[in-house]
């Protein structure tokens, strides 16, 4: 059982750290491979397959801004300036720690209260799915580090639009496929991704030539990161963790949308929150611990629901029915001790994404050292491959090709590609959760309003809006200053 640990979570890292393959394709594949295998251990293998993948995106979103999987987008806002300082060591050492505290705090969420808390995400209707669409744009429009929040805005807005493209979710008519055949089925979330973060990024180097990659290193870096640093924080990790969590419980969310909200509520929380998009350890922290927190999260509604938190356990779900084990609110009678079983899978693939993250580090910085010459093209051939593989359609190329000039032109104009990404992933569900409640509700709106979730969420939206008008801001602070100031006095 430890070498199939071994073996599948390095395996699971270096899928994740090479840009357009993703945690789901990783399970997808491995799946394949784990039929001659007994039921735990294919489950094993497929669980740490799918931990390593999501902690090894973090490794080219550091190095080269690169995520390699959408779990790891905001990882690479402050790994990735950190690594332009020469501390890539240092920040993926940050990001393995936050990667296995993220998924210890997922762990012990999913052994105590997976059953209460499958049952609130399965009571999530139409009206409160589309206000978390909503939401998840803001929050992408908040995240913005050297722009106003409202590019961030317009980017996840342009998202959206090109979520709209395709066959709809409802009735599969199609929509905006500018009479191509191959847009029917709408734009893929991978080639869009490696576009706009991966060929974007091989343009900006070569209209910067001289590049910014970080080729130097400090004399300080180190992998292992300080105790003191991690205790300094220990609030943001639990508050992470316990966001992941939540999100992965949610089905259909994923663990970009984790990553994304626990650097949020980090942001909006520190002390440093200036620092933040600069290479802040508070917000590495945060996003990694947030995206492999989803990963126990998701297992919940997974296993007691057999309803999937993500696109990794949907994946994951198939497998379990393929070995004979049957995921819903029966597991829990017919297999009492499957749902520690999993929990001490998820803690042994921990073990290992740290042991590799902490001793592999140095092999990793030494891309570092590799010439922009050498390097781009490189990242070019797997930008195609791992876009090509998704799906063998040449077309998929074009797409990348597409949103990678596209991308270019927007980062020359400030715009950050986080909110578009964003965009794109929360588009389908966003469309279909609003066409959906209009139909349950005949057309309805006051639903979208007087449900008590989906209440909170148009709360939440609204203090979130306004918390964004620096005079709305001004305005709210008064109270407390004069608090403070009386209390001082």
Excluded at 69 to 94: E, F, K, N, V
Excluded at 329 to 342: H, K, S
Aim: charged share 10%.
């Amino acid at each position: 059982m430890i070498f199939h640990a071994a073996w599948s979570t390095l395996l699971g890292i270096f899928v994740g750290s090479l840009p357009g393959l993703t945690a789901t394709m990783g399970v997808a594949l491995m799946t394949t491979l784990t039929y001659s295998l007994d039921p735990n251990t294919a489950i094993l293998v497929l669980i740490c397959m799918y931990v390593g993948a999501i902690y090894g995106g973090s490794r080219s979103a550091i190095l080269l801004n690169i995520p390699g999987t959408p779990a790891s987008a905001a990882t690479s806002l402050d790994g990735y300036p950190l690594a332009l300082a020469g501390r890539a060591g240092y920040a993926m050492g940050l990001a393995t720690a936050g990667s296995a505290l993220g998924t210890i705090v997922g762990v012990v969420m999913l052994v105590l209260v997976a059953p209460p808390l499958a049952e609130a995400a399965l009571n999530f209707g139409s009206f409160e799915f589309f206000w978390l669409a909503v939401f998840g744009i803001l929050v992408s429009g908040q995240l913005t580090a050297d722009t106003t929040p409202l590019k961030g805005y317009i980017a996840g807005i342009l998202g959206l639009a090109v979520a709209m493209i395709g066959s709809e979710g409802i009735h599969a008519h199609v929509r905006f496929n500018m009479g191509l055949s191959d847009l029917n089925a709408g734009i893929a979330l991978i080639p869009a991704m490696v576009g706009a973060f991966g060929f974007a990024e091989v343009l900006t180097a070569m209209w910067n030539r001289a590049g910014k990659l970080a080729g130097k290193k400090d004399s300080s870096d180190r992998t292992i990161p300080d105790l003191i640093d991690l205790w300094r924080y220990k609030f943001t990790i639990a508050r992470s963790g316990i966001i992941g969590t939540f999100v992965g419980i949610i089905p259909g969310v994923g663990e970009d949308i984790g990553a994304w909200a626990s650097y949020a509520a980090a942001k909006r929380t520190s002390k440093e929150a200036s620092q933040f998009g600069k290479g802040s350890h508070e917000g590495l922290i945060a996003a990694e611990t947030g995206n492999s927190a989803v990963v126990p999260g998701s297992l919940i509604p997974a296993l007691t629901l057999a309803v999937p938190g993500s696109a990794s356990s949907a994946v994951l779900i198939a497998a379990l029915f393929i070995h004979g084990i049957r995921p819903g609110p029966l597991i829990v009678i017919e297999q009492p001790q499957f749902i520690g079983l999993i929990s001490a899978m998820v803690l042994l693939a921990t073990v290992f994404i740290a042991f590799y993250g902490l001793t592999l580090t140095r092999l990793f910085v030494q891309v570092l050292r590799v010439p922009y010459a050498y390097l781009m093209p490189v990242v070019f051939v797997l930008c195609v491959i791992g876009t090509f593989a998704l799906s063998q359609r040449l077309f998929d190329v074009y797409i990348m090709v597409g949103f990678g000039l596209v991308g270019f032109v927007l980062r020359q104009m400030k715009y950050p590609m986080a909110p578009l990404v964003l965009g794109i992933i929360l588009g389908s569900l966003l469309d279909k959760s609003l066409r959906r409640g209009l139909t349950l509700s005949d057309g309805d709106l006051t639903p979208f309003f007087t449900r008590p979730v989906s209440a909170g969420f148009v709360i939440l939206i609204v203090l979130s809006i306004l918390l964004n008008i620096r005079a709305v801001r001004r305005l709210a602070a008064r109270p407390w200053h004069w608090i403070r100031g009386r209390r001082d006095a």
